[in-house]
């Protein structure tokens, strides 16, 4: 997507491996019900932003992903904060991060999750739309391609080992 620009490139790689190594240490060490909390949150804040946008519409976000709407980001997070909630109630039963951590650090956590897979999906529009592509593929036709079903995962992972993890770490003594 970037047009052969060196640099660009190797952040990206760096990223991209950073985020995969993110990935494989949190559902390896922390494992699979935090593992599956964190990818649920990732798809309901995208559906939910969907969701929302299509059916408020409302005043766009940004020229960089001209569909995306306050109304979707709003979504978003009620969507993430709903199934995130519903997830830990019936199915992570399983997770010590779930169970024994204050309810308002895991509202706020889900919030700061959302956030960050939002985010992730802004920016990879902006690379697209500095790139002048539309799709990233054309596996999934209408969606954008599978970087856009994953694109907020790849940010959410790293940023939740480098900020999150510690605190959990610490709160918990998860590692000993």
Known sequence: MTKNKDLF?????FFLFFSFFSTVYLRQFIGLNFFLFLIIVCIFTD????????????????KISPKKTYS???????????????????LGKKSRIL???????????????SLASQMGDLIISY???KAKLKDTGKILPGH??????????IFVMPIIYLCVLPILINKLDLIK
């Not at 559906?47 to 940004?62: A, C, D, E, S, V």
């Not at 980001?73 to 997830?87: D, E, K, P, Q, R």
């Not at 169970?99 to 999750?113: G, H, M, N, R």
């Open 72 to 90: 979707g980001v709003i979504g978003s997070f009620l969507m993430a904060l709903l199934f995130g909630l519903i997830y830990i109630k019936y």
């Open 127 to 129: 690379f697209k739309r």
């Open 144 to 153: 954008g391609g599978i970087l856009d079903r994953i694109d907020g995962i």
């Open 9 to 13: 490139r190797i952040f990206g790689l």
């Open 47 to 62: 559906t939910g932003g969907y969701i929302f946008g299509k059916i408020f519409k409302g005043p766009k976000l940004t």
């Open 99 to 113: 169970l024994e951590t204050d309810p308002i650090f895991i509202v706020l956590l889900i919030l700061f999750i």
